[in-house]
């Protein structure tokens, strides 16, 4: 089976920009969180989708936003970028068997810098 | 909230020895999980334990082991055997009964020399 993918892996924008990310879970998985990793601030869960509906939301701007179209595949955009944005953003996909506590895959990430 | 606490920022340890690496939560729910994952190098993630907050029993996985004290709100992971393919940074995650949102501590960088 093939595992959860991050398009694009490298990604430089400058201030101001908005940028997409797009994430393809793992087949027949139906649960996709996100998460920002800086040096400074650790990893910081975003969002989780499941069913393309919003289960939980983390401590960020409403500049991040995210969905998840029907067939799993999700997309995270960030607007207005600003330099602390630049970050590695990780996506992680869940069987959902159970309502919580899954084991998440992650995703190789995508590098967003921001210029 | 949750908060996530990994007290040892780096550690390194010989190879074929055992090492613990200790992770603290704070929560105030009854229900919950938690975990550790591995990060190489290279950077994927990956799960090494997972425990689910009403077993006691021990979650063990080969080599890896942990010791969770739900009273002192405890998860520390043992590594016995450590091979070099050990070396990466190691977080100590939470996670409620809401989801999977997991809340991650600060993270171990583990060092295996041979």
């Known amino acids: 089976k093939a595992g959860v993918t991050q398009t694009p892996r490298y990604l430089i924008k400058t201030r101001g920009q908005q940028v997409t990310l797009s994430c393809s879970p793992i087949s027949g998985h139906r649960s996709v969180s996100w998460y920002q990793q800086t040096p400074g601030q650790g990893l910081q869960f975003l969002f989780e989708y499941f069913s393309e509906t919003q289960r939980n939301k983390g401590n960020f701007p409403g500049r991040f936003s995210g969905r998840q179209f029907s067939n799993s595949r999700s997309e995270m955009n960030v607007s207005t970028l600003e330099l602390g944005d630049s970050a590695l953003y990780l996506c992680a996909s869940s069987l959902a068997s159970r309502t919580s506590g899954n084991e998440q895959f992650f995703g190789p990430g995508t590098r967003l810098t921001v210029l | 909230a949750q908060t996530v606490t990994q007290s040892q920022p780096e550690m390194s340890v010989q190879e074929a020895e055992t090492v613990t690496l200790s992770c603290t939560y704070d929560?105030?729910?009854?229900?919950?999980?938690l975990f550790w994952y591995k990060q190489p190098p290279s950077r994927q993630m990956i799960l090494v334990i997972r425990q689910e907050a009403y077993k006691q029993q021990n979650a063990t996985e080969n080599r890896f082991s942990v010791n969770f004290q739900k009273a002192a709100k405890s998860f520390s992971l043992k590594i016995s055997d450590s091979q070099l393919g050990d070396t990466a940074m190691y977080f100590c995650?939470?996670?409620?009964?809401?989801?999977?949102?997991?809340?991650f501590g600060g993270g171990t960088r583990l060092m295996v020399k041979p």
């Open positions: 995650a939470f996670s409620n009964n809401a989801g999977n949102m997991l809340t």
């Open positions: 929560t105030s729910e009854n229900n919950y999980y």
